[in-house]
Nanobody, 123 residues
Framework: QVQLVESGGGLVQTGGSLRLSCAASGLSFSRYGLGWFRQAPGKEREFVAAISRSGISIYYAEAVKGRFTISKDNAKNTVYLQMNSLKPEDAAVYYC????????????????WGQGTQVTVSS
């Protein structure tokens, strides 16, 4: 059974930083691409960042480029999202996801999803 468990969310002031983690069980990170998505109240879930199976290709939404960094540790089966210079508009529930198909990382077409972790940014 595949499980993705996010952690690291919380309350941070504008301009602050958080690092989200997503630990996976039941799958091998070397065979899955990984993504982070977020959903704010009343809004659709949106793509944030993704990293390919090999780790060579990385993708970011325009809104987070230069502020967020995605990385993964295959040995720990964990993917991270380092978030710096946080803004109130970054507040959302953040979800990690995994997909076996090695393309189209910015779409919702992922095989597995975590339950999410809340990020709140105070102004």
């Amino acid at each position: 059974q595949v499980q993705l468990v996010e952690s690291g969310g919380g309350l941070v002031q504008t301009g602050g930083s958080l690092r989200l983690s997503c630990a996976a069980s039941g799958l091998s990170f070397s065979r899955y691409g990984l993504g982070w998505f977020r959903q704010a109240p009343g809004k659709e879930r949106e793509f944030v960042a993704a990293i390919s199976r090999s780790g060579i290709s990385i993708y970011y939404a325009e809104a987070v480029k230069g502020r967020f960094t995605i990385s993964k540790d295959n040995a720990k089966n964990t993917v991270y999202l380092q978030m710096n210079s946080l803004k109130p508009e970054d507040a959302a529930v953040y979800y990690c996801a995994a997909k076996s198909r090695n393309y189209d990382y910015t779409s919702y077409d992922y095989d597995y999803w975590g339950q999410g972790t809340q990020v709140t940014v105070s102004s």
